[in-house]
């Protein structure tokens, strides 16, 4: 199982980048899609999901800014972050999980939340 993280970097306030996450070795179609941040001294919070239908949410701290999708059929994940804020700045996680994705927004959220966990890709707004 893999999960390949892409597209992060150093971006100035209000400036974007387009984040990929690669799938691979499980059935991702069966699977919600997340992507979670995490910065040092902080909890990781969940920004947006996919699910298996298609629909998406987002946190309300990126709303209006972030957009997750996932084209049909294919196995990679993407999201797009528009408006970047210093704040915004972390270590973006691409993660699945079996169970729906629309309630593991927002912080809190362990481990055990996902099932499958990429490495991890730098955001630097600065």
């Known amino acids: 199982v893999q999960l390949v993280e892409s597209g992060g970097g150093l971006v100035q306030p209000g400036g974007s980048l387009r984040l990929s996450c690669a799938a691979s070795g499980f059935t991702v179609s069966r699977y919600h899609m997340s992507w979670v941040r995490q910065s040092p001294g902080k909890a990781r919070e969940g920004v947006a999901g996919?699910?298996?239908?298609?629909?998406?949410r987002v946190a309300d701290s990126v709303k209006g800014r972030f957009t997750i999708t996932k084209p049909w059929g294919k196995t990679i994940v993407h999201l797009q972050m528009n408006s970047l804020k210093p704040e915004d700045t972390a270590m973006y996680y691409c993660?699945?999980?079996?169970?729906?994705?629309?309630?593991?927004?927002?912080?809190?959220?362990?481990?055990?939340?996902?099932?499958?966990w990429g490495q991890g890709t730098q955001v630097t707004v600065s």
């Open positions: 993660a699945a999980s079996k169970g729906a994705c629309y309630g593991k927004l927002g912080y809190g959220l362990g481990l055990r939340d996902f099932t499958y």
């Open positions: 996919i699910g298996t239908g298609g629909v998406s």
